[in-house]
């Protein structure tokens, strides 16, 4: 491979040097999130700089020019970064783009020399930039660099003994600050950059593409860990976007989060930034943060959530769903349920489903907005991302997803289960539910019950698929217009139905599809309808549990409420203001009914 000689690299060699690294990165994540305790203790490290770097290895391919190879990495690297270290080694790449000439070869002295001037971009990207993180141990390895770039041109050796200065400086990071020093760890974030330029080093030394190739990553799982973390969490969100065009300068912005919530980083460019902090209000700040810039991309983690996986585990089984369940969010927080949001668009604005949209903004929204939202998937990523974490501290990961006639998200699960699976080898169970929102929410929290009373995983997945044909939704639409605006229901037969003044019954068939189940000419009558259908089948089979549904119609769902429990001798176990994905198709005052029959 003549990519290289002592004197300089090429853009090829960065690349598979690039992917070494990598490749140590993912082999280590489990240990990074263990020992990860600042700036917040949500042993999530690992699992951000894992997505940071599986973004480059799934978007860029091997060019033999270096500046080109740097760019294609720091670009995939801004856009798919995560966390606090995911995005301060993402503005390291970047800098070390910006400050590359357009060559195709690089040598010693260009190179110190680019890694020299990157440091301001990272230090400039974080608020409050402090010592003994991933921050200080690049600072070091750049000095080191820069005193050999004159007096020593072999590359190689360089870039080889740098490892004795690299592990130096990582290893003072524990009495550099407060909060390693008190658990005895080094920075999480900083070995994590120390361990990929172990992988660099291992591919200069070794050349060995067939393991690069092969990437059979083996992790190391957390889950029986007795530590307990008992520090509080000032605030709750772990907050990230990609903001197009933005109309502030950097200190702007960063005072401007300032006031939403800490942890600041902001990478990037006015063209294209990054932004990290960690808040309490995640909807707010965005819709604040609309009238700045575009916001093309979001990403909210739960840190109390993954604060109680890391430490405070209820059971050895994970369960996923997304944000279509609708379940109380107590429910939700009891069982330890992860939800993962889909994404919602108004306009060129991004936004996640009951995460930075909730119901009372999104109908204020979808009145006053000249355009109509729209949905997309949950992409592979997003899942992968979940599901690596979630890995590293349980036996087993069951995902429970809305209809695949409706999104492709089950799909997109399934393939980030099927890659998991193999690199963690833990089950990943994903099912279809053929259902959506209260319905979907009753099959999780029936799998979730099944988790808490100890059942065995492979008779819950059972379980599971025995309740899908079990477990029905009746739906009574008030205002046909935003099914046709959602194209939902074509504008011919909306603009019929409107003039009778017909009010459907929507409910879903075997196959998950959506089904007319009946109309009416007010909601007072297909209310109605679906009453006397209950009734109908609780002859026969007695319900096991049931949701109300409503698109911000309290009102409406109080009076639902008293008429079942007179059908069914029960309360609803939740009462639910729906989803926005699924609020934008029903339509404001819409009611539903979600049941599950005994099997």
Not at 254 to 281: M, P, W
Not at 458 to 481: F, G
Not at 553 to 562: C, I
Not at 577 to 593: E, L, R
Request: net charge positive; proline share 3%; with cysteine.
């Amino acid at each position: 491979m003549n990519s290289t000689t002592d004197q300089f690299i090429n853009g090829k060699f960065l690349y598979y040097g690039f992917m070494a690294g990598s490749q140590q990165v993912l082999q280590n994540q489990a240990e990074l999130n263990r020992i990860n305790v600042f700036p917040v203790r949500d042993k999530d490290t690992g699992t951000n700089l894992a997505s940071t770097i599986r973004a480059v290895i799934d978007n860029i391919k091997p060019d033999k020019s270096y500046k080109k190879t740097i760019g294609n990495i720091a670009e995939a690297a801004l856009i798919g970064a995560r966390g606090n270290s995911g995005i301060i080694f993402a503005q390291f790449l970047h800098g070390l783009s910006k400050e590359t000439k357009d060559i195709h070869d690089i040598t010693l002295q260009e190179f110190a020399k680019s890694v020299r001037k990157s440091i301001p971009y990272m230090y400039e990207a974080v608020a409050n930039p402090i010592e003994g993180t991933m921050l200080t141990v690049i600072s070091d390895w750049s000095n080191f660099l820069s005193s050999k770039e004159e007096v020593v041109h072999d590359f190689k050796k360089v870039i080889i003994d740098s490892i004795v200065v690299l592990e130096k400086s990582l290893s003072e990071t524990t009495s550099k600050l407060r909060a390693l020093n008190k658990y005895g760890f080094v920075d999480a974030g900083a070995k994590g950059f120390v361990v990929f330029i172990k992988g660099f080093i291992d591919f200069i030394q070794n050349r060995n593409l067939r393991s690069l190739a092969r990437g059979r990553v083996e992790n190391i799982s957390l889950i029986h860990s007795e530590e307990v973390l008992d520090e509080d969490l000032n605030y709750r969100y772990c907050t990230e976007a990609i903001v197009k065009k933005i109309q502030l300068t950097t200190l702007e912005l960063k005072q401007f989060l300032s006031n939403y919530g800490d942890s600041i980083v902001v990478a990037g460019s006015n063209e294209t930034c990054r932004i990290h902090v960690h808040t309490n209000h995640p909807a707010e700040l965005f819709n604040k943060l609309k009238n700045s810039g575009t916001i093309s991309f979001q990403k909210v983690d739960d840190m109390l959530r993954q604060k109680e996986i890391a430490s405070q585990r209820k059971w050895n089984i994970a369960l996923v769903t997304d944000s279509t369940c609708d379940l109380s969010q107590d429910l939700i927080d009891y069982y330890q349920i992860n939800v993962v949001p889909v994404n919602l668009n108004f306009g060129d604005n991004h936004y996640l489903d009951k995460i930075t949209m909730q119901p009372e903004q999104f109908y204020d929204l979808l009145k006053s907005s000249p355009e109509f939202p729209k949905t997309s998937q949950i992409n592979e990523r997003a899942f992968t991302n979940v599901y690596s974490y979630l890995a590293s501290h349980y036996d087993a990961i069951i995902s429970v997803h809305l209809t695949s006639q409706f999104s492709g998200t089950f799909a997109n699960s399934l393939k980030a289960g099927q890659r998991i699976e193999k690199e963690f080898n833990k089950p990943v169970y994903v099912i279809d539910s053929k259902n959506l929102s209260g319905s979907l929410g009753l099959l999780v929290l029936k799998t979730a019950q099944n988790i808490e009373a100890g059942h065995e995983l492979e008779s819950i997945v059972e379980s599971l698929y025995r309740d899908i044909v079990n477990t029905k939704i009746y739906v009574s639409v008030r205002d046909l217009k935003y099914m046709i605006k959602g194209g939902r229901v074509s504008k011919p037969v909306g603009f019929i139905a409107n003039i009778l003044g017909l009010k459907p019954v929507i409910s879903m068939d075997v196959e998950g599809k959506s089904l007319l189940f009946g109309k009416a000419f007010s909601q007072k009558a297909s209310l109605n309808k679906i009453y006397k259908h209950i009734e109908k089948i609780a002859v026969e089979k007695s319900v096991w549990n049931y949701i109300i549904l409503h698109a911000h119609n309290p009102d409406g769902a109080k009076s639902v409420g008293l008429k079942m429990l007179g059908i069914t001798g029960k309360k609803p176990v939740s009462v639910v203001d729906i989803s926005p994905v699924i609020g934008m198709h029903a339509g404001h005052g819409t009611i539903a009914v979600s049941l599950m029959f005994d099997n």
